[in-house]
């Protein structure tokens, strides 16, 4: 079986509107589960590869201040 799932994730989200997506990143943060980081990871390419240098300079700065908070 050949699953590809970017495609999968892309294709279920499609339609979505913006409070839809922002539902559904919310719900599988809070729920915490390891079973939707894929799907996230998706989202976070798809939001690496439409976003300019200095918004990816943004996120990686936000990244690497919440990662230090973990530590």
Known sequence: M???LRHAVI???ANNTKEQLE???VDAIQRGEEKYLPGLGVLFEEIWKHSSEQQKEE???TLEQAVKQHA
Request: charged letters at 15%; proline letters at 0%; glycine letters at 0%.
């Open 23 to 25: 539902d559904t990143i």
């Open 2 to 4: 050949d699953l590809n």
């Open 11 to 13: 294709q279920n989200i």
């Open 59 to 61: 996120m990686l700065t």
